[in-house]
């Protein structure tokens, strides 16, 4: 068989459609579809062979093979792309995503570095035990007054971690400086200790 090119094989395919459409006295009602699944599957090996036009029986036949194999390279092609695995949305260039988890009674990683002037998305995973965060929203040793240091999108005094699912918590940081947080949900003798910092650098 001769290398497959789906223009070379077009052109035989007309002109074979033509002669039976000639011969049979009947519209070439065929171009119209199978010049659709030639371009819907990128057309199919077999074609080049199939179309030699010696006799109006075997083109026919081999017609019928060919509708055959674009039908279900479609159905193959359909399939395939349908099912390929859809890449990940991109993160925004002025995002800044940290994933996190909590347990007793730690979180990780406990000193987050973010830049000023940047949103972030802190995503936390409670892994054994509903969970809290409750961070500062003014720098650690600044005065409480004026504009806070983050702004948060969905502002809470205390962020319920429940077990297994990953809550998302989104803020700007406007302001230079260290902002501690703790876990604000009561979960045993180490609840005290389960603290940690977030950093915003200039």
Known sequence: MLPFSPAAAK???RSCLARLSLASHKPPACFMLTEILLHATGG??????AFTCEDRGRALNKLSRVFLCAAAVGIFATGAISNEQQPAPAQAPNVQVIDMTAKKYKYTPSVI???????????IKALDHIH????NVYP???????APGLEFT???????LPKGEVTTIEFVAHTAGNYSFKCCVFCGLGHMGMKGELVVDD
């Open 11 to 13: 052109g035989r395919l």
């Open 44 to 49: 199919c090996g077999i074609v080049w062979d």
């Open 113 to 123: 570095h973010v830049k000023r002037g940047m949103k972030v998305q802190l995503r």
């Open 132 to 135: 809290g965060f409750k961070i």
């Open 140 to 146: 650690d040793g600044a005065d409480a007054k004026g």
């Open 154 to 160: 969905d502002p809470e005094d205390c962020y319920r």
